[in-house]
């Protein structure tokens, strides 16, 4: 199938990339602004995400009501999140209300009204999404794994901190968004049925005048890596590893990604036969590959009981040091399959796509076809692999553990 991929990047900075999707009825856009958790000042973590929060609160000509009405008009499925390095906001509607909803989101992010007003109400939305990780040990136990390994701001939770969310002020979130919000750095995805130039004279019209300013530049903190235990009262014991990997934009990434799959991709995978199928020690286990822009990890989970953690801990490593030995070509050609069956269901969905083309321009300054994409995973082959886990063995590892008891683990340190 071919693809066609079209970019175009306003005098104000922001990116407009574009795949057409002629055969789907819908389209989605997925907008990317580098205003992520990392920028938070120290002492108002959670503040990009409140921030997000309140942007939606009303923009433009529509109040926070009608501006939620007016998308539900428009059949439009919307979401927000905010991440280490972005605030990313997406909807996906009928290719015919593609326009309409274009100029809702250029209001959203150049003229929202920040009513503080509404700021009690957002904050309450950002402190029951702090408290709700106190109730999901698997999710703290992640969190405080991404702090370990890689040190602050890049493993910060972009939900904050309790109390730096409930003493922000207006004044704050007014002042983030002014400090953070531009079109420089900014990323415009949209893929779906669209014709290219009108929907690039739309944004032009939309997002043309939006200001463009400095980036700004983040700290970096040496991360705190070993193993920690996270004491809890509970019988469920939580374990997550991290080790080292390669970002996305690397070279040898799809070899990582290729050695990840042995270890981690469905029921034939090494970690699901060995740690629950033929021992049934664990209810979950996972691995995937992690990326910054500069930086990658392999991010390891299991879930399992207080009594057979300590082995589970074991097996996960011992798996771990395995794969530094090597993978098999039967293994390899299961993974392969996987992810080119992930790539093509991609196509089936505009927001799949959307979000998609918009990391690959973040991370790679342009958009990887399908074609090359397959190429890349065909070209994969059990010596290759070998020889990048030889160069980049999966140790030493950080680890996490969350329950009643600590674990003992060779870390791998040399």
């Known amino acids: 199938m071919e693809q066609t991929i079209n970019v175009?990047?306003?005098?104000?900075?922001?990116?407009?990339?574009a795949e057409s999707m002629p055969w789907l009825e819908s389209a989605a856009m997925s907008l990317h602004v580098p205003c992520g958790c990392v920028f938070d000042p120290v002492d108002r973590l959670g503040l990009a995400n409140l921030t997000c929060e309140m942007v939606q609160r009303g923009c433009g000509a529509h109040s926070s009501r009608q501006f939620v009405e007016r998308l539900e008009s428009l059949g439009v499925d919307h979401s927000a999140s905010v991440s280490a390095m972005h605030t990313t906001y997406m909807a996906s509607m009928m290719s015919e209300r593609l326009p309409d909803a274009l100029g809702m989101y250029a209001d959203l992010v150049r003229r929202p009204h920040l009513?503080?007003?509404?700021?009690?109400?957002?904050?309450?939305v950002c402190l029951h999404e702090i408290r709700s990780i106190d109730d999901d040990f698997a999710q703290m136990t992640h969190q405080r794994l991404r702090l370990d390994h890689y040190g602050h701001p890049l493993g910060r939770n972009a939900a904050g901190v309790l109390d730096h969310v409930e003493r922000a002020t207006i004044d704050d979130v007014r002042a983030f968004f002014a400090g953070a919000y531009g079109a420089t750095g900014a990323i415009l995805a949209v893929a779906g049925r669209f014709d290219w130039e009108s929907l690039a004279a739309c944004v032009e019209r939309h997002f043309g005048g939006w200001t463009p300013h400095a980036l700004r530049r983040m700290g970096d903190e040496r991360p705190c890596r070993g193993r920690r235990h996270l004491e809890h009262d509970t019988n469920q014991t939580h374990i997550a590893i991290a080790c080292p990997g390669v970002p996305y934009n690397h070279a040898d990434y799809f070899l990582a990604r290729g050695a990840v799959g042995v270890l981690s991709d469905g029921v034939s995978s090494r970690f699901f036969l060995e740690i629950r199928e033929h021992r049934a020690l664990c209810y979950a286990v996972s691995?995937?590959?992690?990326s910054f822009l500069d930086r990658g990890s392999v991010l390891c989970y299991a879930g399992t009981t207080a009594e057979r953690a300590q082995e589970t801990l074991d097996v996960m490593l011992a798996e771990l040091d395995g794969l530094n030995r090597g993978v098999r070509d039967e293994e390899l050609a299961r993974v392969k399959a996987r992810i080119k069956s992930g790539l093509i269901m991609q196509q089936e969905s505009s927001g799949a796509r959307a979000s998609s083309i918009a990391g690959d321009w973040y991370y790679w300054g342009r958009v990887r076809t399908l074609d090359e994409l397959k190429s890349l995973i065909d070209g994969l082959t059990a010596r290759d692999i070998n020889a990048f886990l030889d160069r980049h063995p999966f140790r030493p590892v950080t680890i996490v553990t969350l329950g009643e008891k600590e674990l003992e683990a060779d870390l791998g340190v040399s």
Not at 8 to 17: K, P, Q
């Open 115 to 124: 009513p503080e007003k509404q700021l009690d109400d957002a904050r309450l």
């Open 8 to 17: 175009r990047t306003l005098d104000n900075g922001l990116i407009l990339v």
């Open 287 to 290: 691995a995937y590959c992690h």
